[in-house]
C-alpha cells in the first residue's frame, strides 16, 4: 500500500511562483516503481491531469496549458515529487492532487488508471 501526502498549498497572486511536494510513503522498492502524477479539481469541474512523471524519471508529460510553466520532478531516494509552478493564473485555482499508478507509461497518460491519491491542497490564485 501506498500513501502520498501533498503540501506546499496555499494563496498566491496571478503570476507568482508556488511549489508542490508529495510524500510517499510504503515500500521503497515498490514506491519507486510506479509513475507519480499531479491533478487538479476546480469546484465544479472534472479532475484534469496537469503532469506526469515515470517512475525513473527519464519521462514527463504535460498537459498543453501548463508547458513550459510548470515542472515535475522526483526524487526516489526520497520518495518525493514536485510540482513547480510558474506564472500562475487565476483559473488554476483548484484542488491539487498527488496520484500513482503501476501502469505502463503510455496507461499513465489516461487518468483513469490511477488508483493511489492523496488528500488534495488547495492552491489559490488571486487576480
Known amino acids: 500500500q501506498v500513501q502520498l501526502v501533498e503540501s506546499g498549498g ?7 511562483s508556488l511549489s508542490l511536494s508529495c510524500a510517499a510513503s510504503g515500500r521503497r522498492s515498490f514506491v519507486n516503481t510506479l509513475n507519480i502524477a499531479w491533478f487538479r479539481q476546480a469546484p465544479g469541474k472534472e479532475r484534469d491531469l496537469v503532469a506526469v512523471i515515470s517512475w525513473s524519471g527519464s519521462m514527463t508529460d504535460y498537459a498543453d496549458s501548463v508547458k513550459g510553466r510548470f515542472t515535475i520532478s522526483r526524487d526516489n531516494d526520497k520518495l518525493e515529487a514536485y510540482l513547480e509552478m510558474n506564472s500562475v493564473k487565476v483559473k488554476e485555482t483548484a484542488v491539487y492532487y498527488c496520484e500513482a499508478t503501476g501502469s505502463n507509461w503510455l496507461s499513465s497518460l489516461n487518468a483513469t488508471v490511477y488508483n493511489h491519491w492523496g488528500q488534495g491542497n488547495q492552491v489559490t490564485v488571486s487576480s
Open 10 to 16: 496555499g494563496l498566491v497572486q496571478a503570476g507568482d
